[in-house]
């Protein structure tokens, strides 16, 4: 059987029902993969992790990025069974695959709880226009520590 775009659509949305069923979390999967494999997969692990960072599509980042032993997925492409949230989206930016994939969109999630809309109206706020309060303070000394970066020779660049 070839592995083609529909193949891998289809596990990542397999994975968001066997996730949702088991109880880990929302009805969410990923799926990456790289020269035609797949090298991670996820679901959603909100709820059994107790950690709301756990999407479907930022737990496959990092278990990539472990296969990989890198911090990009470069050559690679991420499958999701729906359009990423500002968090996923934030973090697939972050780690640079060249595509991404994904089954139902943001308005069929909000149809069902899962509405975003509130977090990029937020970002499109000034900070003291925001739901949650954002205090900027100590500037004056974080900022040696950013020097000290833009000075360092033997950093790695991201």
């Known amino acids: 059987m070839e592995k083609d775009h529909s193949y891998f659509l289809k596990r990542a949305i397999q994975l968001a029902e066997e996730g949702m069923d088991k109880g880990d979390g929302g009805p969410f999967g990923a799926v990456i993969v790289k020269d035609g494999e797949i090298i991670a997969e996820a679901s959603n692990n909100v709820t059994s992790f107790n950690d709301p960072t756990a999407h479907a599509e930022v737990v496959a980042i990092r278990k ?15 499958y999701t069974s729906c359009e990423p949230c500002p968090m996923c989206l934030g973090a697939i930016y972050w780690a640079r695959p060249e595509k991404v994939y994904y089954a139902l969109n943001r308005q069929d999630a909000a149809k069902i709880g899962f509405d975003d809309q509130f977090v990029y ?30 000075a360092k020779e033997d950093r790695i660049d991201y």
Request: charged share 35%; glycine share 6%.
């Open 121 to 150: 109206d937020e970002i499109g706020r000034e900070m003291n226009e925001r739901k949650i309060p954002f205090i900027n303070m100590m500037r004056e000394e974080g900022l040696p520590v950013f020097q000290k970066w833009e």
């Open 64 to 78: 990539a990025c472990e296969e990989l032993k890198s911090f990009q997925l470069e050559g690679c492409i991420l």
